[in-house]
């Protein structure tokens, strides 16, 4: 275990199982569904908990995963599970007990095509079920979305700082595509995993036995039987989610200076749309790329800017139209909005993109 | 006798546990839990492990376990408290970790759960408190609710065709390599309650040497429910109960 950067080929499911033992994760849960059972499979070939001391466990289902990363990020280690489509829904019962009781952990969502069994090609059509929660009451996740392996490596750090730091689930969602396609990826250094001690001190809140020093009781509920105190709970989790969005937005900008026409994409509709304005650019049009790095906090007054520079909007998602309604929420309308996508597993070509573009910049 | 040699340490016959604190308990009177949590203090105060311990509380009667033993807790959703405790033990190999769950908790919405941790041979203790019905929820059928026993969703008892048979998890738990002690007891007598808290340490003697999981099932009245005084209670259970659910250890290796 050479303490090192490597440089490996890798999917985007093995970068994020690498990422995860050299972050100095404690410990991994989760259930086999296809397209992300690379980043199990990846963890129980390196058996990392002979080396960091991490743990890895196939759990009988995404019901139990979910609450093995509650209970772990409970006791202030520093936890993940992941899933694609159906078994992320199962897990929608947990992720609201998880943000009321702002305990942090890292839930991977390597999305296919639905609704339902839907198919295993890749897919957008889970931005609604991350960025407003499949789960009960007032409650956000921070979304990060990947459009790379590099980039599904690097979240895995960003996502353990984020969470650590506001003390809140946080969601890697990828796709089937960017889980499955290879790229040259460039590893971290290991980062050694805290030790009992250090989690104590960093996480004063959190769940481990009172310890030598006898603090009080640390409790982990969402439960509470006065409505006055609960209402204190949410307003207070309200106004983190504030500090959240006034802080931790991240965008990426490309080609956008001189541009009349903007695409607005994430994760893998972000790539191809890349080739697209590529293709476009060459042909004299002035067209760039938005792509919201954080699905929540959205990129609001960066959609509002350019959509105040901008002639026009694209909105290109492989859904039928997810993330569209952000953008025109976003822009408050200030150019026309169009949209293009596809969906249950249809990945769209830069020529189509192209061709919208053309039709609507003429 | 003055006040402060009555109340010498030699003296005391009978105290309050030191684990259990002065928050008022929200248990009906003659209720199997209290009888049980104050076992659960005992031994872990015996046992010297409060620092080390983590609960688990169920969805149920007991979700507010937390406010009357001062250990740290997580309270689990309904019927999940064998993930949260698998997870805990696994990445906190040292402390004792156990599960507190009633039978709809454990035997029904959580039946998943509890099989798959018990067969990993988690090194955790589950006390799994049987009062064959729905406390929290107002008495409503249960996994473990006796052939014709009456609850408000079977008010003309539990029949096969409409309901099923009542679980014994427990000899499904027995059956299962990952399981080292799987025992059922009851609080119903001075003895019995006597026997239960043996038990109790044995499981949490079993976590803690790493010897696999352990299931302390304890039959236990649930007056309210049942719409029985404590004193009925306690017959009923001897006489209904106890035929079905036969006290003594259902594995022991
Ligand atoms: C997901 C979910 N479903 C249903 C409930 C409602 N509920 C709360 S407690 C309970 C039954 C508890 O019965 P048991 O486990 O036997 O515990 P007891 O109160 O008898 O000790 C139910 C159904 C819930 N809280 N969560
Ligand atoms: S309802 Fe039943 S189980 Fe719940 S506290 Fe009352 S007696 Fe105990
Ligand atoms: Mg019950």
């Given at each position: 275990m050479h303490n090192d950067h490597e440089i490996l080929l890798l999917k985007g499911n093995e970068a994020i199982a690498h990422a995860a033992i050299r972050y100095g994760y404690d410990g991994f849960f989760g259930y086999p569904i296809t397209p992300q059972s690379e980043i199990l499979e990846t963890l129980a070939l390196l058996r990392p908990w002979e080396t960091t001391g991490m743990v890895v466990l196939q759990s009988e289902s995404e019901v139990a995963s979910i609450n093995m990363i509650y209970a772990g990020g409970s006791t202030g280690k520093c936890v993940l599970t992941s899933s694609s489509s159906v078994g992320i829904s199962l897990m929608q019962e947990v992720i609201p007990y998880m943000a009321i009781s702002e305990v942090p952990a890292l839930i991977v969502s390597v999305q296919r095509g639905g609704p339902g069994l839907g198919t295993i090609q890749p897919s957008q059509s889970d931005y609604t079920q991350a960025v407003y929660g499949g789960g009960n009451g007032d409650y956000h996740n921070i979304v990060l979305a990947p459009c790379s392996v590099q980039e599904s490596c690097d979240m895995v750090g960003l996502a353990k700082e984020l969470m650590m730091k506001w003390r809140t689930p946080v969601i890697i969602l990828s796709d089937g595509s960017i889980g499955q396609m290879m790229e040259k990826c460039t590893l971290p250094p290991y980062t050694p995993r805290r030790t009992d001690e250090e989690i104590r001190q960093q996480c004063p809140w959190a769940v481990n036995g009172l310890g030598i020093k006898s603090r009080k009781p640390n409790v982990v509920t969402s439960l509470e039987l006065d409505q006055a105190f609960m209402e204190k709970r949410n307003k207070a989790l309200q106004e983190k989610y504030k500090q959240i969005e006034n802080t931790e937005v991240r965008a990426e900008y490309y080609l956008t200076d001189d541009a009349e026409t903007v695409i607005v994409a994430f994760g893998s509709a972000a790539r191809i749309s890349m080739g697209a304005i590529d293709i476009l650019r060459e042909q004299g049009h002035k067209i760039g790329l938005l792509r919201p790095i954080t699905l929540w906090p959205f990129p609001n007054n960066e959609v509002l800017e350019l959509s105040k520079r901008a002639k026009r909007i694209l909105v290109v998602e492989l859904?039928?139209?997810?993330m569209l309604r952000d953008v025109e929420w976003a822009s408050q309308f200030s150019c026309p909005i169009d949209f293009i996508g596809h969906s249950g597993g249809v990945i769209m070509t830069p020529d189509e993109i192209v061709e919208k573009i053309c039709s609507i910049a003429k | 006798m003055d006040e402060k040699i009555i109340k010498s340490p030699e003296n005391i016959v009978y105290q309050k546990p030191?684990?259990?604190?002065?928050n008022t308990m929200h248990y009906c009177p003659g209720c199997g839990h209290s009888i049980v949590h104050k076992l659960v203090a005992e031994i872990i105060d015996e046992m010297q492990m409060q620092d080390q311990t983590i609960g688990v509380c169920p969805v149920g009667c007991a979700v507010f376990a937390y406010r009357y033993l001062d250990i740290d807790w997580i309270e689990a959703p309904h019927g999940r408290a064998p993930s949260c405790a698998s997870a805990t033990k696994r990445l906190w190999p040292n402390h004792l970790v156990f599960t507190y769950q009633g039978d709809g908790d454990l035997a029904c919405i959580g039946t998943g759960e509890t099989i798959h941790a018990l067969n990993r041979g988690e090194n955790i203790t589950i006390i799994f408190i049987n009062n064959a019905i729905y406390g929290m929820t107002g008495g409503q059928m249960a996994p473990t609710t006796l052939m014709g026993m009456k609850t408000s969703t079977c008010p003309y008892g539990r029949q096969a065709d409409l309901h099923g048979f009542p679980l014994k998890i427990s000899d499904i738990a027995a059956t299962l390599e990952g399981t080292c002690y799987v025992t059922r007891q009851a609080v119903n007598t001075v003895g019995n309650i006597a026997r239960t808290k043996k038990a109790i340490r044995q499981a949490f003697e079993n976590s803690l040497q790493g010897r696999g999981s352990s299931l302390v099932e304890i039959v236990s009245t649930c007056s309210a429910g049942w719409k029985m005084s404590p004193e009925q209670s306690n017959k009923w259970l001897a006489e209904n109960m106890l035929p079905y659910y036969p006290l003594g250890d259902l594995k022991k290796l």
């Amino acid at each position: 275990m050479h303490n090192d950067h490597e440089i490996l080929l890798l999917k985007g499911n093995e970068a994020i199982a690498h990422a995860a033992i050299r972050y100095g994760y404690d410990g991994f849960f989760g259930y086999p569904i296809t397209p992300q059972s690379e980043i199990l499979e990846t963890l129980a070939l390196l058996r990392p908990w002979e080396t960091t001391g991490m743990v890895v466990l196939q759990s009988e289902s995404e019901v139990a995963s979910i609450n093995m990363i509650y209970a772990g990020g409970s006791t202030g280690k520093c936890v993940l599970t992941s899933s694609s489509s159906v078994g992320i829904s199962l897990m929608q019962e947990v992720i609201p007990y998880m943000a009321i009781s702002e305990v942090p952990a890292l839930i991977v969502s390597v999305q296919r095509g639905g609704p339902g069994l839907g198919t295993i090609q890749p897919s957008q059509s889970d931005y609604t079920q991350a960025v407003y929660g499949g789960g009960n009451g007032d409650y956000h996740n921070i979304v990060l979305a990947p459009c790379s392996v590099q980039e599904s490596c690097d979240m895995v750090g960003l996502a353990k700082e984020l969470m650590m730091k506001w003390r809140t689930p946080v969601i890697i969602l990828s796709d089937g595509s960017i889980g499955q396609m290879m790229e040259k990826c460039t590893l971290p250094p290991y980062t050694p995993r805290r030790t009992d001690e250090e989690i104590r001190q960093q996480c004063p809140w959190a769940v481990n036995g009172l310890g030598i020093k006898s603090r009080k009781p640390n409790v982990v509920t969402s439960l509470e039987l006065d409505q006055a105190f609960m209402e204190k709970r949410n307003k207070a989790l309200q106004e983190k989610y504030k500090q959240i969005e006034n802080t931790e937005v991240r965008a990426e900008y490309y080609l956008t200076d001189d541009a009349e026409t903007v695409i607005v994409a994430f994760g893998s509709a972000a790539r191809i749309s890349m080739g697209a304005i590529d293709i476009l650019r060459e042909q004299g049009h002035k067209i760039g790329l938005l792509r919201p790095i954080t699905l929540w906090p959205f990129p609001n007054n960066e959609v509002l800017e350019l959509s105040k520079r901008a002639k026009r909007i694209l909105v290109v998602e492989l859904n039928e139209g997810q993330m569209l309604r952000d953008v025109e929420w976003a822009s408050q309308f200030s150019c026309p909005i169009d949209f293009i996508g596809h969906s249950g597993g249809v990945i769209m070509t830069p020529d189509e993109i192209v061709e919208k573009i053309c039709s609507i910049a003429k | 006798m003055d006040e402060k040699i009555i109340k010498s340490p030699e003296n005391i016959v009978y105290q309050k546990p030191r684990l259990m604190n002065d928050n008022t308990m929200h248990y009906c009177p003659g209720c199997g839990h209290s009888i049980v949590h104050k076992l659960v203090a005992e031994i872990i105060d015996e046992m010297q492990m409060q620092d080390q311990t983590i609960g688990v509380c169920p969805v149920g009667c007991a979700v507010f376990a937390y406010r009357y033993l001062d250990i740290d807790w997580i309270e689990a959703p309904h019927g999940r408290a064998p993930s949260c405790a698998s997870a805990t033990k696994r990445l906190w190999p040292n402390h004792l970790v156990f599960t507190y769950q009633g039978d709809g908790d454990l035997a029904c919405i959580g039946t998943g759960e509890t099989i798959h941790a018990l067969n990993r041979g988690e090194n955790i203790t589950i006390i799994f408190i049987n009062n064959a019905i729905y406390g929290m929820t107002g008495g409503q059928m249960a996994p473990t609710t006796l052939m014709g026993m009456k609850t408000s969703t079977c008010p003309y008892g539990r029949q096969a065709d409409l309901h099923g048979f009542p679980l014994k998890i427990s000899d499904i738990a027995a059956t299962l390599e990952g399981t080292c002690y799987v025992t059922r007891q009851a609080v119903n007598t001075v003895g019995n309650i006597a026997r239960t808290k043996k038990a109790i340490r044995q499981a949490f003697e079993n976590s803690l040497q790493g010897r696999g999981s352990s299931l302390v099932e304890i039959v236990s009245t649930c007056s309210a429910g049942w719409k029985m005084s404590p004193e009925q209670s306690n017959k009923w259970l001897a006489e209904n109960m106890l035929p079905y659910y036969p006290l003594g250890d259902l594995k022991k290796l």
